[in-house]
């Protein structure tokens, strides 16, 4: 078992920043990869972006790239998205996943490939 706990949320001005951070506990010497998500309302579950645990590898979604930057610290079993020039688009509830099964080809932008979700982070982008 896993358990992940998002913070860091808030609201925030068209154009500003938030830090978002998960803090994995419980059998985290298993973690493959972790990956950020998001929900708007009456929206789906969108993909963020991922890292491979190991690697260091990363994944963007083209609608954050070059404005959300993730980072992980292995030794803490923490994980982070600096958030910047944030759009009220990206208003949503943000959620922190991660993958303790190994690897497989393809796969990480998707919710499925994930084992263990935390319980979410709102973040409200407006004026």
């Known amino acids: 078992q896993v358990q992940l706990v998002e913070s860091g949320g808030g609201l925030v001005q068209p154009g500003g920043s938030l830090r978002l951070s998960c803090a994995a506990s419980?059998?985290?010497?298993?973690?493959?990869?972790m990956g950020w998500f998001r929900q708007a309302p009456g929206k789906g579950r969108e993909f963020v972006v991922a890292?491979?645990?190991?690697?260091?590898?990363?994944v963007y979604a083209d609608s954050v790239k070059g404005r959300f930057t993730i980072s992980r610290d292995n030794a803490k079993n923490t994980v982070s998205l600096q958030m910047n020039s944030l759009k009220p688009e990206d208003t949503a509830v943000y959620y922190c996943?991660?993958?303790?099964?190994?690897?497989?080809?393809?796969?990480?932008?998707?919710?499925?490939?994930?084992?263990?979700w935390g319980q979410g982070t709102q973040v409200t982008v407006s004026s």
């Open positions: 419980g059998r985290t010497s298993s973690t493959y990869a």
């Open positions: 890292v491979l645990w190991r690697a260091g590898s990363t």
């Open positions: 996943a991660t993958r303790v099964r190994p690897l497989v080809p393809g796969g990480l932008d998707s919710g499925t490939y994930y084992d263990y």
